[in-house]
C-alpha cells in the first residue's frame, strides 16, 4: 500500500503540492488527471523518494520514504517508473537494456538477468525484438520496452507519467494494452494521464489534481460521468472537447 500523508512540496518559494492525502492500496489502479503544472509528476517523484518533501509522509508497504535511515535503492526496487519517453540505452539491445538493472542492483548473474530479460520482453509483446537496438523499435515499442525494464525489476507498485504523452496517435493503443494488461493481472499502478477515456475505463479511482491539491477523487466512472465538484466539471469539459 501507497499512503501519502498531508504532502507538502516546494520549489524556493513556488509550492507545487499543497497537502495532499492518499492511499492506493494493493491491486488498486489509481489515475491521477489535471492540467499540466497542477503537480503530478512531481508527486511521483515525491513517492519515488527522488524529490525531498517539506512536510507530511508517504510511506510504501510500511516504509517511510523519506526517512532519514530509509534504503532508498531497496525502496525504489519495489516502484517501478515509466515516463513520457525513455532513453534507452543505443548500443545495447532491448534484451540487454532489460537485464541491466536487475543484474546490477539485484546481483544476479548474466545468464539470470538475460532470462528474466526475455520473460519480461515476452510480457509486453517485445519477445521477437530482444536482439534489436532500441533505435529500430518504434515510439510504441520503445514505451513497451521501458515498461519491461521496469517490470524486470519485479516492482510491487508501477508509476505511469504521461506514458503516451510522446506517442504518434496510431501508437498509443498497444501502451494502453499493455497497461490493461497488467490491470487485468492485479499490478498496483498509479497512471498520470490525459486520457480520460482510458483513465475512465481502466482506472478504479480517479484523483483530479488541481494547483498542487486534490480537488476531488472517486470512483472512475463517477469523476468523470457526474463530478462533484465545479472545477473537476470545468476540466473535463475541457479536455474531452
Ligand atoms: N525541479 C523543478 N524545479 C523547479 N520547479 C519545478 C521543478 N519540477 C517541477 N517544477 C514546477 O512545479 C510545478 C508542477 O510541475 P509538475 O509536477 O511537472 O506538474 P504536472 O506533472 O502536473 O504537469 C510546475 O510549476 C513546474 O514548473
Ligand atoms: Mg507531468
Redesign the pocket.
Known amino acids: 500500500m501507497i499512503e501519502i500523508h498531508n504532502v507538502h512540496k516546494a ?2 518559494s ?1 509550492k ?2 499543497r497537502g495532499v492525502d492518499l492511499e492506493i492500496k494493493k491491486g488498486e489502479v489509481l489515475c ?1 488527471i ?12 515525491c513517492v519515488n523518494g527522488l ?1 525531498p518533501i517539506q512536510q507530511g509522509e508517504i510511506q510504501v508497504d510500511g516504509i517511510s520514504v523519506h526517512a532519514k535511515d530509509t534504503n532508498l535503492n531497496k525502496l525504489r526496487q519495489k516502484l517501478g517508473i515509466v515516463f513520457q519517453q525513455y532513453n534507452a540505452f543505443p548500443h545495447l539491445t532491448a534484451l540487454e537494456n532489460v537485464a541491466l538493472a536487475p543484474r546490477v542492483v539485484k546481483r544476479i548473474s548474466k545468464a539470470e538477468a538475460r532470462a528474466l530479460a526475455s520473460k519480461h520482453l515476452k510480457h509486453v509483446g517485445l519477445g521477437d525484438k530482444e536482439d534489436v537496438f532500441p533505435s529500430r523499435l518504434s515510439g510504441g515499442q520503445q514505451q513497451r520496452l521501458a515498461i519491461a525494464r521496469a517490470l524486470a525489476m519485479e516492482p510491487s507498485y508501477m508509476l505511469f ?2 506514458v503516451t504523452s510522446a506517442l504518434d496517435p496510431e501508437l498509443v493503443g498497444e501502451v494502453l494494452d499493455t497497461l490493461r494488461m497488467l490491470k487485468s493481472e492485479g499490478m498496483t499502478m498509479v497512471v ?1 494521464t490525459h486520457d480520460i477515456v482510458f483513465a475512465r475505463e481502466t482506472g478504479d479511482r480517479i484523483a483530479f ?1 488541481k494547483d ?1 491539491r486534490i480537488c476531488e477523487v472517486g470512483e472512475a466512472w463517477q469523476v468523470v460521468n457526474a463530478p462533484r465538484e465545479e472545477h473537476t466539471r470545468q476540466f473535463l469539459k475541457r479536455v474531452l472537447a
Open positions: 520549489f524556493g513556488l507545487v503540492i491521477l489535471g492540467a499540466s503544472g497542477s503537480g503530478k509528476s512531481t508527486l511521483l517523484q524529490e507519467d504521461e498520470v489534481f498542487g
